[in-house]
């Protein structure tokens, strides 16, 4: 199959209507979307990724009013998140209606559903008359993509079209957020929304449920995600080459640079040390140290607030334990 990079929303809209599937922008990172309404075109995402069915997708709407037509009901506490965040990098997880079929949840009886805030996209869904699904557009397992490139360099040939909206200015996932019976909020993933905003917005604490090793309720729970194939070692960076040395090792550090190792094999994620432009550069990060062949990376915890929690996450999902390392 032939792959066209550009920038044509009708173009775009003619594919997906069509049951085939587009690489499509979002202010996170760039999804794999298709037909949510159309199962064969979302079994060609779930073989597109190489992703396993048991795996559900996220939805993604042009507004609010489309979100309703797919949801039983916005409890108030989600209408209130919505007005203030949506579109933007947050994911809300809600009782669905029959016409989301069970192969896009996986047979939960809730949706995960969103507004991306990305103008080009949003200019898609709003002419669109049913919602994408959309995971985001990497192999299974490794780095999500925040470019077009990225995308190209791992789906070209899989997918007939990349709609080009430049790099994603967030560069980490939605943060997915739902109720329980308690009306308790829950943060089941970390994402590009901090838990601070969302509690502000809320009046309430949030319980954190990521990091549940058995049975996942959503797979960026799973340990193992997100991950380079260059082994990478978080902690101190300093204790790390110390006790791994300097040989063919790259760097992720928020803003310190190390003299003893080539410059070219470091990534400062933030030479200001801002969490959001951290954010914004990690998986690019990863890919670019990912490619130069090194035998191990050694990369840092950021702060423990605002987005620093969910990079983290991230890091801590891509980090190596196989302890063959230094054979
Ligand atoms: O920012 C994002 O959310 C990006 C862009 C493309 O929108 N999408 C994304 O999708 O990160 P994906 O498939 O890579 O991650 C979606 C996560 C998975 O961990 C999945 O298990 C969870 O959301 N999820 C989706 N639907 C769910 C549902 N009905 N119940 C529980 N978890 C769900
Ligand atoms: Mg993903």
Known sequence: ???????????????????????????????????????????????????????????????????????LQIPPLAYKLSERFMP?????????KDII???????????????????????????LDFPVAAPSANPSGYVSPTTAQHVWDQLQGKIPYILDGGACNVGIE???????????????????????????????KVKILTHTESKPQTAGQLL????????????????LIEEYGIEKVGILSLNKKYEQIPLKNQFMLSPQGTLSEAARNLFQAMRY????????????????????LAINDRLGRARYENKLLME
């Open 101 to 127: 079929p069970d192969l896009v949840t996986a047979g939960s009886d809730k949706v995960a559903i969103r507004i991306p805030n990305h103008p080009l996209t949003l200019a898609l869904l709003q002419q």
């Open 289 to 308: 140290l990912d490619g130069l062949g090194l035998r191990v990376i050694f990369a840092e915890w950021m702060p423990e607030t605002g987005l620093g």
């Open 1 to 71: 199959m032939q792959t066209k990079i550009a920038t044509n929303i009708s173009e775009a809209a003619a594919f997906l209507a069509n049951g085939e599937l587009v690489a499509i922008p979002t202010e996170t990172v760039y999804g794999l979307a298709g037909n949510a309404l159309n199962d064969s075109a979302v079994v060609k995402i779930f073989e597109a990724k190489g992703r396993p069915q048991f795996n559900p997708l996220i939805v993604h709407c042009g507004s609010v009013e489309q979100i309703e037509h797919y949801v």
């Open 224 to 239: 193992s995600h997100y991950a380079p194939r260059t082994p990478l070692l978080l902690g101190k960076i300093s204790v």
């Open 174 to 204: 939605s943060t997915i957020v739902g109720w329980n019976e308690k009306n308790e909020t829950l943060v089941y993933r970390l994402g590009g929304l901090s838990v601070e905003e969302i509690e502000d917005a809320c009046c309430q």
């Open 88 to 96: 933007g990098p947050l994911t809300l997880l809600l009782p669905k």
